[in-house]
């Protein structure tokens, strides 16, 4: 039995990029122009295949010593994903990605942030502040985040219990998640849906969905809905390689393709379901082309600009032609829920081999430092602020009351029609439900 | 003794002549007749006329003209992205029916049969029925799942379940189940604009049925109010609550019972949740004895919420044990002596009625 580490090895070139297979090339610049490098024109002309390719270029060493700000500089960088996609059933969309100092240092921030949050709940699972299920999404960062920067908030996502995440991609609050966990009255869901219950329907998120695979044919729901009402947006349905064997699965699929709905199902492949590995599970672990007559697309969902890179193609491809399948090879440091310590099914050392070898928030940093973008200290002065983020978003969570006994009753309908409800003892506690 | 003394007064009540008072007298004089059929269709052809919003969508639905003919002529009206006709797959076009709800669409999904739903039944709970309340009132889902439900002729044991009780135990939905063509056009006008998600049971057999309606029930504005039961033929000696096909049979069975002097109070409960709980309660405190008539199964069923209700409201108002008619407990036959048997007859309502009023042992028994 392969492990994991090394199936994903022999299957992938290494991830690694010396500095000279970038290039560094800049339009609508403010800067002068300066002589070119005629070494770096070579390099550039390689991969100057977008049609934005400017023909201001800047010599690598001037470039690498200019000291600009961190957070705002959207100059565009042009880079490579770790590995080229994998396509069935569709042109594959090219390695080459834009991206800006700016961005790289949101995605760090915004990743360090769930990475910190997700850490954080363990705690307080641990501690039985947080009760039920707890389904952490550390080491899937790259996934929220990715697609969340290739989407706008007209663009509707789904997803199953591991949501925290994906939750505050679509702009959720520290507040609002701990809150939840801690069955407090700041909860996104007032306290009443718990972990596996986000919802931020203001944002186009719906949740947040117990049932293994439901969230399949919710979402291309979303998509017929948007489809409707001419919306020229897209819903993505986030699911598990586990919910990838659900007949509803393909039962909505088939449809979405017969109605040409723009339904984008992302299968989140972290390569088990719960305890058993997907090669135990699935005849055909391929998941981007169990479609089928369905395009997929199989992409590195640990490499943020990659999740992007497909998000984007995806999102264009299914407004024109209908479902697309998004395959992202992604890992879980956790255990299926804090109920699995997770080592029962696979070894320490595939754990920490994936942490060494891919994890995603240290490729942002990788990149960041190696284009000199932030310096090591500033990387770390935001990991220390997201830190305190959490931490107070925590301390003010835990001094947020619980829900008043009322809540009860409230919000089983939409219009209760002045109807009753009863408690345990129906002669004891009654409400007329407004 | 004491059982000799009431014979005696309730064959002196015999001796009144009361007027039978029917709900077919209070409709105008020049009263149009139309089956359920007619009146569902119209439902649907007004609602999807008034909103945009509200689209059908199921086994053939649209080209077919409906399985049992109820969207007939819709798909030409409405065109084929409001009428859609879906592969034999509930699972997936239920789940996709409730995902447009939650973006704000307002679906009526139709079961070919409701035994079918339960293919989809993870979507119809999990998946509308709780989300109002997981989310704190953000999602809601305005939906409609409707479709024949409980037993038609011959069908066999896979075909014939009624889902009321199933359906109605669970919190979140709403559970409403038509007798006649008024009921049917106001309950379904009135499930298509509630913004919760509507189970709506409607029985195979009624569907070519007539009945007169009014210009209101004709009125493209016509709605009943959810929750509420109707009162289809009032009555002093004994309360019979029935819902769909059964209402028919207990007016039957009201129409003998008031040969023998018993004059039964016939509830046409339309909804079975919310229950209307004080309409029976009231009918109970002023009759004193019920019987509760249902199609489906008699375990955990309809009859016994009702049963339980009226114990719990209105224990000193009883004069009798609470009778239970439902379907037989067993899987359906086919044979149709068989099936005769585990379906309730008009003459098992006017039984158990009896029964309620201690009128069935003969009189010379009693001693």
Not at chain 1, 143 to 167: N, P, Q, S
Not at chain 1, 347 to 374: M, N, W, Y
Not at chain 2, 77 to 97: M, N, S
């Amino acid at each position: 039995m392969p492990t994991l580490l090394s199936a994903w090895f022999n299957s992938h070139q290494p991830n690694l990029h010396p500095p000279s297979f970038y290039s560094l090339s800049l339009f609508r610049s403010s800067h002068p122009p300066p002589s070119p490098n005629p070494t770096l024109a070579m390099a550039l002309s390689r991969f100057a295949s977008s049609s934005r390719s400017g023909s201001l270029l800047k010599p690598l060493s001037s470039a690498i010593s200019l000291r600009r700000p961190i957070s705002t500089d959207t100059t565009p960088i042009t880079l490579e994903t770790s590995v080229p996609f994998t396509a069935h059933q569709c042109e594959a969309p090219s390695r080459t990605v834009q991206t800006s100092a700016n961005e790289l240092l949101t995605f760090f921030r915004d990743m360090a942030l769930m990475r910190r949050m997700e850490i954080a709940a363990d705690s307080l699972y641990k501690a039985k502040l947080i009760r039920g299920f707890c389904h952490l999404y550390d080491g899937q960062e790259a996934v929220a985040v990715g697609m969340e920067a290739a989407l706008t908030k007209k663009d509707c996502i789904i997803t199953a219990y591991r949501d925290h995440c994906t939750f505050m991609a679509r702009g959720g609050t520290l507040l609002e998640v701990f809150a939840e966990l801690m069955g407090r009255q700041a909860g996104c869901s007032r306290g009443k849906g718990g972990s596996m219950h986000f919802y931020k329907k203001d944002s186009n998120f719906y949740g947040g969905h117990g049932i293994v695979g439901a969230q399949v044919p919710l979402g291309c729901g979303l998509a017929f809905a948007q489809k409707y009402s001419k919306d020229e947006a897209v819903t993505f349905a986030l699911y598990g390689d586990g919910a990838a064997n659900q007949g509803q699965l393909f039962e909505a699929l088939n449809i979405s393709a017969l109605w040409d709905l723009p339904a984008i199902l992302v299968c989140e492949n972290n390569h088990y379901g719960m305890g058993t590995a997907e090669w135990r599970a699935a005849k055909s672990p391929a998941y981007y082309k169990r479609g089928d007559y369905a395009p997929g697309l199989k992409v590195d969902g640990m490499d943020v600009l990659a999740v992007k890179q497909a998000c984007t193609f995806a999102k264009e491809h299914a407004l024109k032609n209908g479902p697309i399948i998004l395959e992202m090879d992604t890992y879980r440091y956790h255990g299926h829920s804090m109920s699995d310590p997770g080592s029962t099914y696979r070894t320490r050392d595939e754990i920490t081999g994936v942490r060494q070898e891919r994890d995603p928030i240290e490729r942002i940093r990788k990149l960041i430092l190696s284009h000199d973008l932030a310096t090591e200290k500033e990387l770390k002065d935001i990991e220390k602020e997201v830190r305190k983020e959490v931490d107070d978003a925590i301390a003010q969570a835990k001094e947020n009351p619980v829900p008043e006994s009322s809540e009860l009753f409230t919000n089983v309908y939409a219009k209760g029609l002045g109807v009753e409800s009863f408690g345990a003892d129906r002669k004891e506690v009654r409400a007329t439900l407004p | 003794m004491l059982a000799i003394a009431r014979q005696r007064i309730l064959g002196q009540s015999f001796q009144k002549i009361r007027p039978a008072v029917s709900v077919l007298r209070s409709y105008s004089s020049a009263a149009k007749q139309i089956t359920v059929r007619e009146a569902l269709n119209s439902a649907l052809d007004e609602e999807m006329s008034a909103d945009p919003k509200v689209f059908l969508m199921g086994e053939e639905v649209g080209e077919y003209q409906g399985a049992y003919k109820i969207t007939k002529g819709l798909l030409e009206k409405y065109g084929p992205e409001r009428v859609l006709d879906t592969p034999i797959t509930e699972a997936g076009f239920t789940g996709i029916g409730v995902g447009a709800a939650y973006y704000g669409l307002k679906p009526v999904v139709e079961f070919m049969t409701f035994n079918f739903s339960m293919q989809a039944i993870d979507h119809i709970i999990n998946s509308a029925a709780k989300s109002n309340y997981m989310s704190a009132g953000q999602i809601s889902v305005p939906i409609v799942f409707r479709g024949p439900n409980g037993a038609a002729a011959g069908v066999g044991a896979q075909h014939s379940q009624c889902y009321a009780s199933w359906y109605a135990s669970c919190p979140g939905l709403k559970v409403l189940s038509p007798y006649n063509s008024e009921d049917a056009r106001g309950l379904l006008k009135a499930a298509i604009r509630d913004p919760d998600p509507v189970v709506f049971l409607e029985n195979e057999l009624l569907y070519g049925e007539s009945f007169p309606v009014s210009d209101e029930v004709l009125d493209s504005s016509f709605c009943i109010p959810i929750g509420k039961a109707k009162i289809e033929r009032e009555g002093k000696d004994v309360t019979i609550t029935a819902f769909s096909k059964m209402v028919g049979y207990a007016l039957k069975a009201a129409e003998i019972l008031e040969k023998d002097g018993i004059y039964a109070e016939v509830i046409n409960l339309r909804s079975i949740r919310p229950l209307d709980r004080s309409t029976i309660n009231a009918s109970v405190r002023k009759t004193n004895r019920l019987v509760t008539v249902e199609e489906g199964f008699p375990q955990h069923g309809v009859g016994a919420e009702i049963c339980a209700s009226v114990v719990e409201e209105s224990f000193a108002y009883l004069d009798a044990p609470v009778e239970r008619i439902a379907g037989a407990d067993v899987p359906m036959p086919y044979a149709a002596n068989l099936e005769r048997m585990a379906v309730p007859q008009i003459e098992d309502i006017v039984r158990a009625a009896r029964r309620a009023c201690y009128r069935s042992v003969p009189l010379a028994a009693a001693a």
